[in-house]
T-cell receptor, first 109, second 114 residues
């Protein structure tokens, strides 16, 4: 099976940089995705890493190390609107996506 | 159009009621998904439809019955639910069943079972 662990909560101030970590266990690896979900809203796809290294999309970057079974989401120039829950997720290769435990990010002024 | 729509937004039902949730996408996606999400928890996969056929049922109780009338529509029929079934029900789609890493989610139906 698959399991993904994330810190439950991270706090930061506006304008700062924050890193949300994700460690995973899986029998077969097909990449790591990241989703954002605001309270009361739908999950929104942020990024996908199929190979080791850094993927950059605007203020958000995602990193993967397959040898360490580890990835992180880096958010730069934090804004209040970035306050949300962030999930890492493993595609299983069998049409499934397994979500991590989720990290609640609180951005303060 | 990159939108997945879901109706209704909110639903309150008794344990003896029958109701249906509806999901629609017009992106030409060939995989559609139903998830259940409890407060402060990650989404949990319930069903996957691949090319309009049910390909995955995550051992969901039979009181939940999915249906895919066509490539754009996905329904979830509810019958004799229990209070513990109260949750946010999310529909999602992906371009292809093999591209599950990138899914587009609808806003969800918030269900309360009394």
């Amino acid at each position: 099976g698959q399991s993904l662990e994330q810190p439950s909560e991270v706090t930061a101030v506006e304008g700062a940089i924050v890193q949300i970590n994700c460690t995973y266990q899986t029998s077969g690896f097909y990449g790591l995705s990241w989703y954002q979900q605001h309270d009361g809203g739908a999950p929104t796809f942020l990024s996908y890493n199929g190979l080791d290294g850094l993927e950059e999309t605007g203020r958000f970057s995602s990193f993967l190390s397959r040898s360490d079974s580890y990835g992180y989401l880096l958010l730069q120039e934090l804004q209040m609107k970035d306050s949300a829950s962030y999930f890492c997720a493993l595609p299983t290769g069998f049409q499934k996506l397994v979500f991590g435990t989720g990290t609640r990010l609180l951005v303060s002024p | 159009d990159t939108e997945v729509t879901q109706t209704p937004k909110h639903l309150v039902m008794g344990m003896t009621n029958k109701k249906s949730l509806k999901c629609e996408q017009h992106m030409g996606h060939r995989a559609m998904y139903w998830y259940k999400q409890k407060a402060k928890k990650p989404p949990e996969l319930m069903f996957v439809y691949s090319y309009e056929k049910l390909s995955i049922n995550e051992s969901v109780p039979s009181r939940f019955s999915p249906e895919c009338p066509n490539s754009s529509l996905l329904n979830l029929h509810l019958h004799a639910l229990q209070p513990e079934d109260s949750a946010l029900y999310l529909c999602a789609s992906s371009q292809d069943p093999g591209e599950a890493e990138t899914q587009y989610f609808g806003p969800g139906t918030r269900l309360l079972v009394l």
